[in-house]
């Protein structure tokens, strides 16, 4: 197979938001459900402003409720492991599917609408079962626009692990037989 193909793909689309002819900003993190690394978020939301933020494994406080911002709209799977972050007051989402591993919104933009996905696969889960869900999404909506936010705790040197194992190679199987394409930056941070 010839990787060379997943090295340098940037996002084909210079999506900008209905209010803005700004580009759309997106951020994806594991939050590893801590509370620093929460806190941490906020203060980087602050610098950086994203649009959309794409969370997995959010903290939730002793009460069950997300450490976020509540001035920020928050739009999390059945089992709160995946949720999407809209920290933007101009942004208007339409929430479209929750999950058990996902959350799926539309948003409109300048051009086009969007569908943004948030996934989370647990290292103890088997990973297909987030993957159908992506796929019935995906299936249902075959002419739309959409970004996958997924923490699917698979291994694959596409897209910055040191080595694969069997679950990045599902993973890769998923993303070449729905024609998708990976966008991670190269220097993006990877905990190991």
Not at 88 to 108: F, G, Y
């Amino acid at each position: 197979m010839d990787n060379s193909i997943f090295e340098n793909t940037q996002f084909p689309y210079n999506i900008a938001t209905e209010s803005s002819n700004e580009p759309l900003k997106i951020l994806q993190i594991n939050l590893a459900r801590a509370k620093a690394a929460t806190n941490q978020l906020q203060e980087t939301a602050s610098t950086i402003k994203p649009d959309v933020i794409l969370v997995q494994e959010q903290y939730i406080n002793n009460n069950g409720i997300p450490g976020i911002p509540q001035t920020w709209k928050t739009f999390s799977s059945s089992n709160q492991k995946a949720a999407i972050l809209i920290p933007s007051p101009k942004l208007k989402p339409a929430l479209l599917a929750t999950k058990v591993n996902m959350v799926e919104l539309k948003i409109q933009t300048s051009s086009f609408p969007i569908i943004i996905i948030s996934a989370y696969s647990s290292p103890a889960q088997d990973v297909h079962t987030t993957l159908q869900e992506i796929q019935e999404i995906i299936s249902s909506l075959p002419e739309e626009k959409i970004i996958i936010g997924a923490d699917l705790n698979g291994h694959n040197t596409l897209w910055g692990y040191r080595s694969n194992d069997n679950r990045g190679k599902d993973i890769l199987d998923f993303i070449l037989a729905n024609n998708l394409n990976i966008i991670n930056k190269p220097d993006a941070l990877f905990i190991i």
